[in-house]
């Protein structure tokens, strides 16, 4: 998306939430961190004459999401979310669909396994309540504190199918634990669970409030271009 907006002479801020230490640099001037809630974006678009906003977030920022969509009510300013399909199982999947992190934690076994925990550290905690199991990690920077003992892998996306295959393979997984995300750079782990039939608990993504919604950049830049009347 910033790719397109640059090539076309758009002019527009990418702003990341500052949560990895070394985010990817973008074609487009950057900022890094939160705005303060619902009025502290209102007084930011304001400020920077912003004139759209994309939705481009995580589909699990839901917070992110939330807010955007109110700020952009009270400033006015027209609001597009461009948000990946989520994943759908096909045949020799072996999926348990959750709601949240902590029926994720209820349906894993009482037993002892070896669980990837695809999701990221953020709510680590959760799985705190069965440390019997043998967790796996892959996060884009070093962890601190963690919750309980894991092995860790450190690798930021996207992931290749083989590479997965290779990683459940050397670590023995027996169930996969992932956010449905969508998209392609994180599908790998969900391939390569269903060739060796292992079980996945996948997390449905949160609730956000109606928005404008498209899944490519070409729906994005057509939505911008109507809008700038050209």
């Not at 002479?9 to 973008?26: C, D, K, L, M, N």
């Not at 634990?177 to 039939?197: F, M």
């Not at 993504?205 to 919604?213: G, I, K």
Request: hydrophobic fraction near 50%.
């Amino acid at each position: 998306m910033a790719k397109t907006l640059a090539e076309q002479g758009i002019a527009g801020v990418f702003s990341y939430a500052g949560r990895t230490e070394a985010p990817i640099t973008q074609p487009l001037p950057q900022r890094v961190g939160g705005f303060g809630g619902v009025t502290g974006l209102v007084d930011y678009l304001r400020a920077e004459a912003i004139t759209h906003v994309i939705d481009a977030t995580h589909p699990f920022a839901a917070q992110m999401s939330t807010h955007a969509v109110a700020a952009c009510a009270l400033a006015h300013v027209p609001l597009i979310a461009l948000e990946r399909q989520p994943w759908a199982p096909q045949m020799g999947d072996d999926w348990i669909q959750v709601a949240d992190m902590q029926e994720a934690v209820a349906v894993l076994p009482e037993d002892p396994a070896r669980v990837f925990l695809a999701i990221g550290r953020l709510q680590l905690e959760v799985f705190a309540v069965k440390p019997q199991h043998h967790y796996l990690l892959r996060l884009v920077d070093p962890p601190q504190n963690l919750p309980f003992p894991a092995e860790v892998v450190i690798s930021r996306g996207p992931f290749a199918y083989t590479e997965d295959l290779a990683l459940l393979q050397a670590h023995g997984i027996q169930i996969v634990v992932s956010k449905n995300a969508g998209g392609v750079g994180a599908r790998a782990k969900l391939e390569a669970a269903r060739r060796l039939g292992l079980r996945v608990i996948l997390i449905n993504r949160p609730q956000v409030p109606p928005r404008l919604t498209v899944e490519t950049v070409a729906e994005v830049m057509s939505f911008l271009h109507a809008n700038l009347g050209e």
